[in-house]
């Protein structure tokens, strides 16, 4: 019995043990002195921390809601790693994904984009040995229109479905907007459907993909609700309150919103894909703000004989203001949108844009610009797919060889054709291929 409960909450025990590694690292950078237990600390060593670095030493907050730092690179996120009792996406994996598909890998694993997963080797053992697997990912339609931050997981999920080579669920979670924002059903439903079509112009295999809205799909799918219903079943309302912060306040569907998020975890909640079969492993590609729903499925899975889901976990795209200020929907200058014209984009890259750069051209030319905190250079790691070139740009614009305007017209150059041929896809996308693909049927995949 003890090693089953050992088995059960290893994830929680490791991230516990990480976590209180990480806490008694930060108390002996506060304190100058071992943390020692029933000990109480003496007087803080003296610190000199008052410059404009200070700030960094406060911590981050990352959940599925808010995503807070108040340092200009943005999230430290080997802290991060710790904290959720993650495993760091290292050079070894990045080799042996390259080698499990023969392809070379993607721009996001190569710069460190995603740098964090769960139990990937163990998705890769069971590709190697022909066992099956599925994609999952999602998005929360809280408005008409999407920026390029949102396109991330999903340039990476139709990677991820075309070097594999299997099939991919997508959730649009209209209900979980519809309790959380001011909208109606109607809305919520209308946005899920309008940012379908920019996730279908990403170019998913209509074959191998199904996206579904929650107000939708669950009404039709007894596979998926009764997964829905054994989730609730095993996770109490004190563990969603430790995990996702809610209140007594909180509304009932706000509490029990996760077992949603959780289900499509599981291959039995899509009867028509995979029949009654409960043993194929999940791989889901995210923002890692997503995580702690995940952690609440991994431990729960156990419970109701499930296998796990692996999840690939991705850092946050930066406002345009900087790594530290929150992208807004509602604040158009924000972001680069995927409505936007060449001009638009333009002139918010020129005018919004965060520059690492120096006060004057001589200052620039004398000790350079910091690349680290410049949103400019930042968007290029995300969207310039020439490696040599990035590291060249980022040579001559830490060197001062180039300057701030040479560096938002770089950018520029590589956006404006990216989001109109985004655009382009987009209106090919008509009502019946919607359709298509949120129709519940079966998908072209060939495993045993």
Known sequence: LSHYVCFLFQDEIDSAVKMLLSLKM??????GEDYKA??????????????????????????????????AKGIDYDKLIVRFGSSKIDKELINRIERAT??????????????????????????ENK????LYTGRGPSSEAMHVGHLIPFIFTKWLQDVFNVPLVIQMTDDEKYLWKDLTLDQAYGYAVENAKDIIACGFDINKTFIFSDLDYMGTSPGFYKNVVK??????????KGIFGFTDSDSIGKISFPAIQAAPSFSNSFPQIFGDRTDIQCLIPCAIDQDPYFRMTRDVAPKISYPKPALLHSTFFPALQGAQTKMSASDPNSSIFLTDTA?????????????????TIEEHRQFGGNCDVDVSFMYLTFFLEDDDKLEQIRKDYTSGAMLTGELKKTLIEVLQPLIAEHQARRKEVTDEIVKEFMTPRKLSFDFQ
């Open 26 to 31: 930060s108390y002996k950078a506060a304190m």
């Open 131 to 134: 066992k099956p697997f599925y």
């Open 343 to 359: 001009k638009q984009i333009k002139t918010k890259v020129n005018k919004h844009a965060f520059s690492g750069g120096r006060d």
């Open 102 to 127: 023969g392809q070379r890998p993607h721009h996001f694993l190569r710069r460190g984009i995603f740098f964090s997963h769960r139990d990937m080797n163990q998705v890769l053992d069971a590709y």
């Open 231 to 240: 989730i609730q079943k095993h996770v109490t309302f004190n563990q969603v």
């Open 38 to 71: 029933d000990c109480p600390p003496g007087n803080p060593a003296p610190s000199n921390n008052h410059g404009p670095d200070a700030t960094e030493a406060e911590e981050d907050f990352v959940d599925p809601w808010t995503v807070q730092t108040s340092s």
